[in-house]
Protein backbone atom coordinates (compact mmCIF):
# COMPACT_ATOMS: atom_id res chain seq x y z
CA UNK A 1 0.00 0.00 0.00
CA UNK A 2 1.58 3.19 -1.01
CA UNK A 3 1.65 6.52 1.40
CA UNK A 4 0.64 9.67 -0.69
CA UNK A 5 0.15 12.57 1.53
CA UNK A 6 -2.20 14.39 -0.96
CA UNK A 7 -4.95 12.22 -0.94
CA UNK A 8 -8.21 12.88 0.81
CA UNK A 9 -7.01 16.41 2.02
CA UNK A 10 -10.36 17.87 2.79
CA UNK A 11 -11.33 20.45 5.58
CA UNK A 12 -8.69 22.74 5.02
CA UNK A 13 -6.79 25.07 3.43
CA UNK A 14 -3.45 25.99 1.13
CA UNK A 15 -1.36 28.25 1.95
CA UNK A 16 2.03 29.97 1.75
CA UNK A 17 4.68 29.61 4.61
CA UNK A 18 8.33 30.67 4.93
CA UNK A 19 10.38 29.43 7.94
CA UNK A 20 13.87 30.88 7.37
CA UNK A 21 13.62 34.77 7.73
CA UNK A 22 15.81 37.45 9.33
CA UNK A 23 15.02 40.76 10.14
CA UNK A 24 15.24 43.46 12.68
CA UNK A 25 18.77 43.06 13.94
CA UNK A 26 19.95 46.46 12.49
CA UNK A 27 22.17 47.66 9.85
CA UNK A 28 25.49 45.92 8.86
CA UNK A 29 23.24 42.09 9.98
CA UNK A 30 21.33 39.77 7.85
CA UNK A 31 17.96 41.06 9.33
CA UNK A 32 18.77 44.92 8.44
CA UNK A 33 15.26 45.63 7.47
CA UNK A 34 12.59 46.25 10.24
CA UNK A 35 10.70 43.75 11.41
CA UNK A 36 7.61 45.43 10.07
CA UNK A 37 8.69 46.33 6.84
CA UNK A 38 9.41 42.55 6.30
CA UNK A 39 6.27 41.75 7.18
CA UNK A 40 4.26 44.12 5.39
CA UNK A 41 6.80 42.70 2.38
CA UNK A 42 5.06 39.03 2.60
CA UNK A 43 1.68 40.02 3.39
CA UNK A 44 1.53 41.59 0.40
CA UNK A 45 3.06 38.61 -1.63
CA UNK A 46 0.06 36.48 0.23
CA UNK A 47 2.25 34.45 2.51
CA UNK A 48 -0.05 32.88 5.21
CA UNK A 49 2.41 32.11 7.97
CA UNK A 50 6.10 33.30 8.34
CA UNK A 51 9.09 32.86 11.10
CA UNK A 52 11.32 35.65 11.82
CA UNK A 53 14.10 33.19 13.02
CA UNK A 54 17.30 34.92 14.10
CA UNK A 55 20.46 34.08 14.47
CA UNK A 56 21.07 32.99 18.14
CA UNK A 57 18.51 35.06 18.97
CA UNK A 58 14.71 34.76 19.87
CA UNK A 59 12.51 37.56 18.03
CA UNK A 60 9.42 37.93 19.99
CA UNK A 61 6.87 38.50 17.17
CA UNK A 62 3.79 37.01 18.66
CA UNK A 63 1.71 40.34 19.05
CA UNK A 64 2.51 41.01 15.15
CA UNK A 65 0.24 38.58 13.36
CA UNK A 66 -3.03 38.72 12.13
CA UNK A 67 -6.05 36.65 10.47
CA UNK A 68 -4.28 36.28 7.23
CA UNK A 69 -1.03 35.74 7.94
CA UNK A 70 0.27 33.53 11.24
CA UNK A 71 3.39 34.99 12.50
CA UNK A 72 5.46 31.24 13.86
CA UNK A 73 8.22 31.79 16.62
CA UNK A 74 11.68 30.86 16.36
CA UNK A 75 15.29 30.58 16.02
CA UNK A 76 18.24 29.87 13.25
CA UNK A 77 20.98 27.80 15.37
CA UNK A 78 24.32 28.75 13.86
CA UNK A 79 27.22 27.09 15.47
CA UNK A 80 28.17 25.25 12.45
CA UNK A 81 26.89 24.07 10.14
CA UNK A 82 23.07 25.69 10.53
CA UNK A 83 19.61 24.36 11.88
CA UNK A 84 16.32 25.82 12.14
CA UNK A 85 14.05 25.67 15.40
CA UNK A 86 10.68 26.60 14.67
CA UNK A 87 7.97 26.80 17.54
CA UNK A 88 10.77 28.06 20.65
CA UNK A 89 10.92 30.96 21.98
CA UNK A 90 14.59 30.50 23.32
CA UNK A 91 18.24 29.83 21.18
CA UNK A 92 19.70 26.43 21.89
CA UNK A 93 23.06 27.79 20.80
CA UNK A 94 25.19 26.58 23.75
CA UNK A 95 23.53 22.94 22.82
CA UNK A 96 25.15 20.35 20.25
CA UNK A 97 22.94 20.33 17.04
CA UNK A 98 21.77 16.95 18.65
CA UNK A 99 20.84 18.18 21.80
CA UNK A 100 19.35 21.29 20.26
CA UNK A 101 17.01 19.48 18.16
CA UNK A 102 16.09 17.42 21.02
CA UNK A 103 14.96 20.17 23.07
CA UNK A 104 13.36 21.42 20.13
CA UNK A 105 11.30 18.51 19.92
CA UNK A 106 10.97 18.42 23.53
CA UNK A 107 8.94 22.14 23.56
CA UNK A 108 7.02 20.29 20.65
CA UNK A 109 9.02 22.50 17.74
CA UNK A 110 10.25 21.36 14.11
CA UNK A 111 13.91 21.23 12.97
CA UNK A 112 15.05 21.67 9.78
CA UNK A 113 18.56 21.43 8.67
CA UNK A 114 19.78 24.53 6.85
CA UNK A 115 20.83 24.99 2.93
CA UNK A 116 22.64 21.59 2.62
CA UNK A 117 24.95 22.82 0.07
CA UNK A 118 26.17 26.20 1.20
CA UNK A 119 29.85 27.10 0.09
CA UNK A 120 30.23 23.63 -0.85
CA UNK A 121 28.41 20.33 -1.73
CA UNK A 122 28.04 18.64 1.74
CA UNK A 123 27.94 21.90 4.21
CA UNK A 124 25.83 19.25 6.13
CA UNK A 125 28.51 16.41 5.83
CA UNK A 126 26.19 13.37 5.44
CA UNK A 127 28.73 11.09 7.76
CA UNK A 128 27.21 14.05 10.12
CA UNK A 129 23.83 13.24 8.51
CA UNK A 130 23.89 9.35 9.15
CA UNK A 131 24.27 10.18 12.86
CA UNK A 132 21.58 12.94 13.45
CA UNK A 133 17.90 11.32 14.84
CA UNK A 134 14.91 13.77 15.40
CA UNK A 135 15.28 16.42 13.03
CA UNK A 136 12.09 17.35 10.44
CA UNK A 137 13.68 17.94 7.32
CA UNK A 138 16.17 19.78 5.33
CA UNK A 139 15.74 22.33 2.95
CA UNK A 140 15.99 21.23 -1.01
CA UNK A 141 15.94 24.77 -2.32
CA UNK A 142 17.14 27.83 -0.45
CA UNK A 143 17.08 30.68 -2.93
CA UNK A 144 19.34 32.93 -0.96
CA UNK A 145 22.45 30.97 -1.88
CA UNK A 146 22.33 31.38 -5.29
CA UNK A 147 23.48 35.42 -4.33
CA UNK A 148 26.43 33.89 -2.15
CA UNK A 149 28.06 30.60 -2.89
CA UNK A 150 27.51 26.60 -3.19
CA UNK A 151 24.29 25.46 -4.55
CA UNK A 152 20.99 26.34 -2.82
CA UNK A 153 19.51 22.92 -3.99
CA UNK A 154 20.11 20.21 -2.19
CA UNK A 155 17.65 17.49 -3.64
CA UNK A 156 21.20 14.81 -3.39
CA UNK A 157 20.91 15.00 0.16
CA UNK A 158 17.67 14.41 0.43
CA UNK A 159 17.42 11.33 -1.51
CA UNK A 160 20.65 10.48 -0.23
CA UNK A 161 19.13 10.23 3.51
CA UNK A 162 15.28 8.77 1.61
CA UNK A 163 17.27 5.98 -0.12
CA UNK A 164 18.32 4.71 3.07
CA UNK A 165 14.40 4.72 4.66
CA UNK A 166 14.57 8.06 6.66
CA UNK A 167 11.46 9.63 5.93
CA UNK A 168 12.71 13.45 6.47
CA UNK A 169 10.37 16.60 4.38
CA UNK A 170 11.77 18.48 2.05
CA UNK A 171 11.33 22.40 2.43
CA UNK A 172 11.81 25.47 0.63
CA UNK A 173 12.67 28.65 2.20
CA UNK A 174 14.10 32.19 1.20
CA UNK A 175 16.32 32.87 4.14
CA UNK A 176 15.55 36.35 3.77
CA UNK A 177 18.19 38.78 4.04
CA UNK A 178 17.16 41.85 1.71
CA UNK A 179 13.53 42.58 0.35
CA UNK A 180 14.94 41.10 -3.50
CA UNK A 181 14.76 37.71 -1.25
CA UNK A 182 11.04 37.42 -0.51
CA UNK A 183 8.96 35.19 -2.19
CA UNK A 184 11.42 32.94 -3.89
CA UNK A 185 10.70 29.68 -2.44
CA UNK A 186 8.05 28.85 -0.38
CA UNK A 187 6.28 25.83 0.94
CA UNK A 188 2.73 25.18 -0.02
CA UNK A 189 1.02 23.79 2.86
CA UNK A 190 -2.58 22.41 3.53
CA UNK A 191 -3.28 23.70 6.84
CA UNK A 192 -6.52 22.14 8.69
CA UNK A 193 -6.27 24.38 11.78
CA UNK A 194 -5.27 27.42 12.57
CA UNK A 195 -1.56 28.23 14.11
CA UNK A 196 1.55 26.35 14.49
CA UNK A 197 -0.43 23.55 15.33
CA UNK A 198 -1.85 23.46 11.75
CA UNK A 199 2.11 23.80 10.46
CA UNK A 200 3.24 21.17 12.33
CA UNK A 201 0.21 18.62 11.24
CA UNK A 202 0.73 19.44 8.12
CA UNK A 203 4.71 18.85 7.84
CA UNK A 204 3.75 15.42 9.77
CA UNK A 205 1.31 13.82 7.57
CA UNK A 206 3.54 15.84 4.38
CA UNK A 207 0.66 17.84 2.90
CA UNK A 208 2.86 20.45 1.52
CA UNK A 209 5.21 21.14 -1.22
CA UNK A 210 7.97 23.25 -1.82
CA UNK A 211 7.60 25.82 -4.78
CA UNK A 212 9.29 28.54 -6.85
CA UNK A 213 6.31 29.95 -8.47
CA UNK A 214 4.18 26.51 -8.85
CA UNK A 215 1.30 25.29 -7.33
CA UNK A 216 0.00 21.39 -7.29
CA UNK A 217 -3.31 21.06 -9.14
CA UNK A 218 -3.47 17.30 -7.99
CA UNK A 219 -1.20 13.67 -6.73
CA UNK A 220 -3.70 10.60 -6.82
CA UNK A 221 -2.79 6.75 -7.20
CA UNK A 222 -5.57 4.60 -8.96
CA UNK A 223 -5.13 1.54 -10.09
CA UNK A 224 -1.50 1.61 -9.18
CA UNK A 225 -0.69 4.48 -11.30
CA UNK A 226 0.68 7.87 -10.00
CA UNK A 227 -1.08 10.95 -11.91
CA UNK A 228 -0.07 14.54 -10.92
CA UNK A 229 -0.80 18.15 -12.30
CA UNK A 230 1.07 21.14 -11.49
CA UNK A 231 -0.27 24.52 -12.24
CA UNK A 232 0.45 28.10 -12.10
CA UNK A 233 -0.99 29.67 -9.42
CA UNK A 234 -2.56 32.58 -11.85
CA UNK A 235 -4.72 32.25 -15.49
CA UNK A 236 -3.02 31.55 -17.93
CA UNK A 237 -3.45 29.09 -21.14
CA UNK A 238 -0.13 27.26 -20.19
CA UNK A 239 -0.93 23.56 -19.46
CA UNK A 240 1.95 21.44 -20.34
CA UNK A 241 5.08 21.09 -17.95
CA UNK A 242 8.13 19.18 -17.45
CA UNK A 243 7.77 15.93 -15.01
CA UNK A 244 10.32 14.22 -13.37
CA UNK A 245 9.89 10.79 -11.08
CA UNK A 246 12.54 10.25 -8.62
CA UNK A 247 13.22 6.91 -7.13
CA UNK A 248 15.15 5.19 -4.58
CA UNK A 249 16.40 3.76 -7.99
CA UNK A 250 17.39 7.40 -9.42
CA UNK A 251 15.29 9.19 -12.07
CA UNK A 252 12.68 7.29 -13.65
CA UNK A 253 11.06 9.59 -16.25
CA UNK A 254 10.63 12.71 -17.47
CA UNK A 255 8.01 13.79 -19.52
CA UNK A 256 6.46 16.93 -20.98
CA UNK A 257 2.51 16.89 -20.76
CA UNK A 258 -0.44 18.92 -19.21
CA UNK A 259 -1.15 15.53 -16.63
CA UNK A 260 1.61 13.06 -16.05
CA UNK A 261 1.46 9.75 -15.16
CA UNK A 262 4.08 6.71 -13.58
CA UNK A 263 3.41 3.16 -13.28
CA UNK A 264 4.33 2.33 -9.46
CA UNK A 265 6.40 -1.04 -9.11
CA UNK A 266 9.03 -2.03 -6.47
CA UNK A 267 10.25 1.35 -5.77
CA UNK A 268 10.82 2.15 -2.15
CA UNK A 269 9.47 5.41 -2.85
CA UNK A 270 8.60 8.19 -5.69
CA UNK A 271 8.77 11.84 -5.37
CA UNK A 272 8.07 14.71 -8.67
CA UNK A 273 9.66 17.51 -9.30
CA UNK A 274 8.15 19.69 -12.09
CA UNK A 275 9.43 22.38 -13.87
CA UNK A 276 7.55 25.33 -15.97
CA UNK A 277 8.32 27.06 -19.14
CA UNK A 278 9.49 30.52 -16.75
CA UNK A 279 12.12 27.83 -14.49
CA UNK A 280 9.25 27.86 -11.91
CA UNK A 281 9.67 24.14 -10.12
CA UNK A 282 7.57 22.41 -7.64
CA UNK A 283 8.57 19.54 -5.15
CA UNK A 284 6.00 16.90 -3.89
CA UNK A 285 6.95 15.25 -0.74
CA UNK A 286 8.40 11.32 -1.29
CA UNK A 287 5.05 8.59 -1.67
CA UNK A 288 6.22 5.72 0.34
CA UNK A 289 5.73 2.00 -0.15
Not at 176 to 183: E, K, P, R, T, V
Not at 254 to 271: H, I, P, S, W
Request: aromatic share 12%; charged share 20%.
Amino acid sequence: MRINPYENLSGGRWIKANFHTHAGTGPGTCGSNSVPATLDVYRQLGFGALCISNHDLYTDTSALGDEKMFLLQGVEYSPYPHLLTLGVQESFHALTHQEAIRETNKRGGLAILCHPNWTKKEYWPWTQLDALEGYAGIEIINMLIYRLSGSGLATDTWDYLLRQGKNVRGFGNDDFHILSDAGRSWNEMYVREPGFEGIKRAVEDGAFVVSTGLSLDFCVIKNGVLRVKAKFPTSTYVKDFTYRFITDKGLAKTRRCETATFRLGDEKYVRVEVIAENGAMLFTQPIWA
